[in-house]
């Protein structure tokens, strides 16, 4: 069994910070790619960042700049750190990543259960 455990979400006022974090556990041989997603009230799930297990990174543009995507050494965790945080920027944020289990060894996508982050004054 494995999970995609997230942490880190809560208020902020406009212009502050915030890191989220999200550790994959259970029996995991390898992991590929780490994403994270939003999901704003009202509207469909998007892709913010992601990273893959050779370290390369992208973003979505209205989080470029602002948001910096990374793993640990151990490649197992995955962490945003999110700066300069907007209204806009409200949503519940879900980790996402592409996990083969020792028991089979096949790459399949797993969510985390998501946290709420809210920018507000």
């Known amino acids: 069994q494995v999970q995609l455990v997230e942490s880190g979400g809560g208020l902020v006022q406009p212009g502050g910070s915030l890191r989220l974090s999200c550790a994959a556990a259970?029996?995991?041989?390898?992991?590929?790619?780490m994403n994270w997603y939003r999901q704003a009230p009202g509207k469909q799930r998007e892709l913010v960042a992601y990273?893959?297990?050779?370290?390369?990174?992208d973003y979505a543009d209205s989080v470029k700049d602002r948001f910096t995507i990374s793993r640990d050494n151990a490649k197992t965790t995955v962490y945003l750190q999110m700066n300069s945080l907007k209204p806009e920027d409200t949503a519940v944020y879900y980790c996402?990543?592409?996990?083969?289990?020792?028991?089979?060894?096949?790459?399949?996508?797993?969510w985390g259960q998501g946290t709420q982050v809210t920018v507000s004054s």
């Open positions: 996402n990543a592409e996990i083969a289990p020792d028991s089979d060894y096949r790459y399949r996508y797993n």
């Open positions: 990273i893959t297990s050779g370290g390369i990174t």
């Open positions: 259970g029996r995991i041989d390898s992991i590929n790619i």
